[in-house]
């Protein structure tokens, strides 16, 4: 009885405290710097969220380690559904990436709960309109004649646009020079300022600055032609097995009470389903691709997969 009891009175509190929930504001942290496909996507579905939730949801750009330290915060934090993160794949990188490179990664995918897929989308690989590429065949012949020389921004180390970067270079056979920054927006700032020749990015986060004539998309990693940038050819179309998805999801820490992912799921769903949401999506030429925790969750365990054996065949990347 003294064992039972106890036990009973837990779960009668976490009963009483879903049904509180929530409380008080909720932060919705983005493992990013300000400017990328997460707050891109994350900002307007958390300000759509409060309608169904009745308190505010702080959007914390939380960046570090290409996204690592902001999603090690949630899966390690209080487990209470008043911490939610925005993530991408990426997420699914860095327990194996430490892996490969001898460290302890900073979570597992099992420290998390899935909450809802958003969006999913092909990276584009882009350049500076005024640079002397103007086709994949460009780049390529010019890495080949400078090998490691060519240099390319993305998020962070092992982060969503370096992996991406390197499936394409390994199936192209070149070696390019990696120079990492702390997320997807300032590696944009970089390639417009002249930093650097290349990068891979989520079409949300160039498809102005292609539209303004600053940048050249040269092709994606899809497996179709993306709608927005139709004469845009895939790597798969020219010969290069090439494929990467930048998708953005909804997360909670793993043992957050099973009546608290409820009620966020629900909010997620309302939000990212909604006319609004739809409508600030297609501003930034960013399709929605809504999928509930049980598909999501199958999703994510076949692009964790797939992503593994990437990582794998790329081995170790030292930092530069």
Same mark, same amino acid.
């Given at each position: 009885?003294?064992? @039972?009891?106890?036990?009973?009175?837990?779960?009668?509190?976490?009963?009483?405290?879903?049904?509180?929930?929530? !409380?008080? #504001?909720? @932060?919705?942290?983005?493992?990013?710097?300000?400017?990328?496909?997460?707050?891109? =996507?994350?900002?307007?579905?958390?300000?759509?969220? +409060?309608?169904?939730?009745?308190?505010?949801?702080?959007?914390?750009?939380?960046?570090?380690? &290409?996204?690592?330290?902001?999603?090690?915060?949630?899966?390690?934090? #209080?487990?209470?559904? /008043?911490?939610?993160?925005?993530?991408?794949?990426?997420?699914?990188?860095?327990?194996?990436?430490?892996?490969?490179?001898?460290? @302890?990664?900073?979570?597992?995918?099992?420290?998390?709960?899935?909450?809802?897929? =958003?969006?999913?989308? #092909?990276? =584009?690989?882009?350049?500076?309109?005024?640079?002397?590429?103007?086709?994949?065949?460009?780049?390529?012949?010019?890495?080949?004649?400078? #090998?490691? *020389?060519?240099?390319? !921004?993305?998020?962070?180390? /092992?982060?969503?646009?370096?992996?991406?970067?390197?499936?394409?270079?390994?199936?192209?056979?070149?070696?390019?020079?990696?120079?990492? /920054?702390?997320?997807?927006?300032?590696?944009?700032?970089?390639?417009?300022? &002249?930093?650097?020749?290349?990068?891979?990015?989520?079409?949300?986060?160039?498809?102005?600055?292609?539209?303004?004539? $600053?940048?050249?998309?040269?092709? !994606?990693?899809?497996?179709?032609?993306?709608?927005?940038?139709?004469?845009?050819?895939?790597? %798969? +179309?020219?010969?290069?097995?090439?494929?990467? /998805?930048?998708?953005?999801? =909804?997360?909670?820490?793993?043992?957050?009470?099973?009546?608290?992912?409820? %009620?966020?799921?629900?909010?997620?769903?309302?939000?990212?389903?909604?006319?609004?949401?739809?409508?600030?999506?297609? %501003?930034?030429?960013?399709?929605?691709?809504?999928?509930?925790?049980?598909?999501?969750?199958?999703?994510?365990?076949?692009?964790?997969?797939?992503?593994?054996?990437?990582? +794998? $065949?790329?081995?170790?990347?030292?930092? *530069?």
């Amino acid at each position: 009885m003294s064992r @039972t009891l106890p036990l009973a009175l837990l779960a009668l509190c976490a009963s009483a405290f879903a049904q509180d929930y929530p !409380s008080k #504001p909720i @932060t919705m942290v983005v493992p990013f710097p300000p400017g990328g496909v997460a707050e891109i =996507v994350g900002r307007p579905l958390a300000s759509l969220m +409060e309608k169904s939730l009745k308190q505010p949801i702080v959007l914390i750009n939380r960046p570090g380690a &290409g996204g690592a330290v902001g999603m090690g915060s949630v899966a390690k934090g #209080p487990a209470d559904g /008043y911490t939610i993160l925005m993530g991408l794949s990426s997420i699914s990188i860095f327990p194996v990436s430490d892996r490969i490179n001898g460290k @302890t990664p900073p979570y597992e995918l099992k420290d998390f709960t899935p909450i809802a897929l =958003v969006t999913a989308d #092909p990276t =584009v690989l882009v350049v500076r309109a005024d640079g002397p590429y103007k086709t994949v065949k460009d780049f390529v012949d010019a890495a080949k004649a400078n #090998p490691g *020389k060519i240099n390319y !921004s993305s998020s962070g180390v /092992y982060g969503t646009l370096h992996v991406a970067m390197e499936i394409f270079a390994n199936a192209a056979g070149i070696k390019l020079f990696h120079i990492p /920054y702390q997320g997807g927006g300032p590696a944009v700032t970089a390639l417009l300022a &002249g930093q650097v020749e290349a990068s891979p990015q989520g079409p949300a986060a160039a498809i102005g600055h292609i539209r303004a004539g $600053k940048m050249r998309a040269l092709a !994606s990693w899809g497996t179709q032609r993306l709608k927005l940038l139709p004469d845009i050819p895939t790597f %798969k +179309e020219l010969g290069y097995d090439a494929e990467f /998805y930048i998708w953005t999801g =909804v997360f909670a820490a793993a043992a957050t009470p099973a009546p608290i992912v409820t %009620k966020l799921r629900q909010a997620v769903r309302e939000a990212a389903t909604s006319p609004e949401f739809n409508a600030a999506m297609e %501003k930034v030429s960013t399709p929605v691709a809504y999928l509930d925790a049980p598909e999501f969750r199958q999703y994510w365990e076949h692009d964790a997969a797939r992503l593994k054996t990437a990582l +794998e $065949k790329i081995g170790r990347v030292e930092e *530069k």
